[in-house]
């Protein structure tokens, strides 16, 4: 029989299981120290999870073998854990996603070897809305996230015109996401085609280090500028997730002087983070992706850019327009932008009334 330790954590009854196995067999990191890395890193974790509904990516094996995504909450879980029910076209039927907002909900998603977490972009109470537009910057090999940090660069160079600010963190596995927040009111049909719009004038322009276009085949020592997971039914890593990698490496958030101390020293190892590493990071620096979670910012207004429909083609000449201009780049510091004083999602129950919550999933 399984070995079970009931702990109570604020007020909540949970029985852990299995804490010596070894789910990083690599490291030799136990399924208990994954508990406790999740644990401790839970201040700067939870707000970014608060109020999205998050995919489960779960190895109850290990790292080495097999693992699956679950969406909808289990059957089995405890009935003080909050869900979002969000409908599925797909499906067709509300998928109730859980809402890790609380130290109980994630140690429990924890004991369950979810070892990746995978939050929505959007809120679950206004789930067309993404509070934020992602990129991904997945390298193909031999390049690796040297090559992504100059990509990065880029495309904070573009933001920057548009009086937009960045931020940068490690997947935890091999590239660089860059997370432009915008918490003003948009839809995914606005932010896909001007991350599209993007991705490709960033091949146009590099053509020799990025493509824009998800085929394997063309990858090869280039960086692949992943635009798609600006999408409803996407989903993209959590901040402070550990990865099933060999290693128990972190998506780690960095500063772009890290960002261009790896370029300049070509060393990918300066971007490679694990969780002793960011618990420590967590301690001194406190959270680096707080602006994430409140900095107010606005895309461009593709109308005033284009008179055309906003096809990635359409945005893309806007875009290399606005951007091919003679006005300068209009930085924008943190500290010089207003931020939004907006609360988190308050979470829903699996049985309140679903009418408010549909995606294709």
């Given at each position: 029989?399984a070995?079970?330790?009931?702990?109570?954590i604020e007020?909540?009854?949970l029985?852990l299981?299995n804490?010596?196995?070894?789910?990083?067999?690599?490291a030799?990191?136990t399924?208990?120290?994954?508990i406790?890395?999740?644990?401790?890193?839970?201040?700067?974790?939870?707000?970014?999870?608060?109020?999205?509904?998050?995919?489960m990516?779960r190895?109850p094996?290990?790292v080495?073998?097999?693992?699956?995504?679950e969406?909808?909450?289990p059957?089995?879980?405890?009935?003080w854990?909050?869900t979002?029910p969000?409908?599925?076209?797909?499906?067709n039927?509300?998928v109730n996603y859980?809402?890790v907002?609380?130290?109980?909900?994630?140690?429990w998603?924890?004991?369950?070897?979810?070892?990746?977490?995978?939050p929505?972009?959007?809120l679950?109470?206004?789930?067309?809305c993404?509070t934020?537009i992602?990129?991904d910057?997945?390298?193909?090999?031999p390049?690796?996230?040297?090559?992504?940090a100059?990509?990065?660069?880029w495309?904070r160079e573009?933001?920057?015109?548009?009086?937009?600010?960045?931020?940068?963190?490690?997947?935890g596995?091999?590239?660089l996401?860059?997370?432009?927040?915008?918490y003003?009111p948009?839809?995914?049909?606005q932010?896909?085609?001007?991350?599209h719009?993007?991705a490709?004038?960033?091949?146009?322009e590099?053509?020799?280090l990025?493509?824009?276009?998800?085929k394997k085949a063309i990858?090869?020592n280039?960086v692949?500028?992943?635009?798609?997971q600006?999408?409803?039914h996407?989903?993209t890593?959590?901040?402070?997730?550990?990865?099933?990698?060999?290693r128990?490496?972190?998506?780690?958030?960095?500063?772009?002087?890290?960002?261009?101390r790896?370029?300049?020293?070509?060393d990918?190892?300066?971007?490679?983070f694990?969780?002793?590493?960011v618990?420590e990071?967590?301690?001194?620096?406190?959270?680096?992706?707080?602006?994430v979670?409140?900095?107010?910012q606005k895309?461009p207004d593709l109308?005033?850019?284009?008179a055309?429909a906003?096809?990635?083609?359409?945005?893309e000449?806007a875009?290399?327009?606005?951007?091919r201009?003679?006005s300068k780049p209009?930085a924008?510091?943190?500290?010089?932008t207003?931020?939004?004083?907006?609360?988190?999602a308050k979470?829903v129950?699996?049985?309140?009334?679903?009418?408010?919550?549909?995606?294709k999933?």
């Amino acid at each position: 029989m399984a070995s079970l330790q009931v702990v109570e954590i604020e007020g909540k009854h949970l029985k852990l299981s299995n804490l010596d196995k070894v789910l990083y067999p690599g490291a030799g990191f136990t399924k208990g120290r994954v508990i406790d890395y999740y644990v401790r890193i839970s201040p700067v974790l939870l707000p970014h999870l608060a109020g999205r509904p998050v995919t489960m990516k779960r190895y109850p094996e290990g790292v080495d073998q097999e693992f699956f995504f679950e969406k909808n909450a289990p059957k089995h879980r405890p009935d003080w854990v909050k869900t979002a029910p969000i409908w599925s076209s797909g499906n067709n039927r509300y998928v109730n996603y859980v809402l890790v907002d609380d130290l109980p909900t994630l140690v429990w998603v924890a004991n369950l070897a979810s070892i990746e977490l995978h939050p929505s972009l959007s809120l679950a109470k206004d789930i067309d809305c993404p509070t934020m537009i992602v990129f991904d910057l997945d390298p193909g090999p031999p390049a690796n996230i040297v090559q992504c940090a100059q990509v990065g660069l880029w495309v904070r160079e573009i933001f920057h015109h548009f009086g937009l600010e960045s931020f940068p963190k490690t997947s935890g596995s091999k590239g660089l996401q860059m997370y432009v927040p915008l918490y003003t009111p948009t839809s995914y049909e606005q932010t896909k085609p001007f991350a599209h719009a993007l991705a490709r004038l960033l091949e146009q322009e590099h053509p020799d280090l990025i493509v824009s276009d998800m085929k394997k085949a063309i990858r090869t020592n280039k960086v692949f500028v992943d635009w798609s997971q600006n999408d409803e039914h996407k989903t993209t890593v959590a901040i402070y997730s550990l990865r099933a990698r060999e290693r128990p490496t972190v998506s780690t958030p960095v500063t772009w002087e890290e960002v261009e101390r790896a370029l300049k020293k070509k060393d990918p190892k300066l971007l490679v983070f694990e969780a002793p590493q960011v618990l420590e990071r967590a301690a001194k620096l406190g959270d680096l992706f707080e602006p994430v979670l409140k900095l107010k910012q606005k895309l461009p207004d593709l109308t005033k850019l284009t008179a055309e429909a906003p096809e990635p083609e359409a945005v893309e000449r806007a875009v290399q327009a606005e951007t091919r201009g003679n006005s300068k780049p209009r930085a924008r510091t943190v500290g010089a932008t207003k931020t939004s004083g907006k609360k988190s999602a308050k979470a829903v129950d699996q049985s309140a009334p679903p009418t408010k919550h549909r995606r294709k999933v």
